[in-house]
């Protein structure tokens, strides 16, 4: 029989409890760190945005599986493809159940919309890619004086490729707490990526469960940020 001092005894403890802190929460060590003060410190959801567009520009796969609506070429359509309308539905409703919280969702007017308001104020007649820093200028300050600082947005950016069996898919989804909500794709715990495939005739639903599993992903992280306030 091994006969230990007190002192080995207290030594393996300390070790045993060392090893237990070593395997430490890995997503609550980095969110709970000042990695995480840029989602932390969102106060109001300005943006929850589902797009669906095409690995290859131009070629309307996502039309062809019917999961995009056409709408007549506009600025907004080349930066974001509206999805039909029950996809756009689930992603909002998954967005408000799983993600939201007790943080207001302050849904501002369609890109249309600021853009006419952008192009009065600024006296621009064609809006070209000159304007574009003055319209992001534009729409920060608006959004800043309407709802205050530390905005949030939600992003989920779905892409398709091919028509037949198998129909192809990469979806991301991002969160931004920048003011001007520019958003980009990293490799932290709470950006989301997948990539997966389906039928033509199931991809609709296949891509519905792919957001409901990204969105309980990012809500459970901002669960875990909330909670670790003060740490």
Known sequence: MR???IHAIIFMLTLSMSAS??????????LCSKAGDEYRGILYWARAVVTINDYDSGSELSDSVKLKLKSKASITDANYGEPNKNIKTHFINEFKRLVQGNLPYAKEETFDTLFAEYKKSAGVKNFTADDIEGFEAFEESRRKAI?????GAIYTKISISRTDFPVLYEIKTNVSGRDNLWSTDRDDFVS???IGYSSPQYIEAELKKMIT???TKVGNAFKLLRSCKGK
């Open 3 to 5: 006969v230990f001092t």
């Open 21 to 30: 802190c070593f395997a430490f929460n890995a997503e609550e060590f980095y």
């Open 147 to 151: 709802y205050g600082p530390n905005p």
């Open 192 to 194: 989301q990526k997948n």
């Open 213 to 215: 599993m990204h969105l």
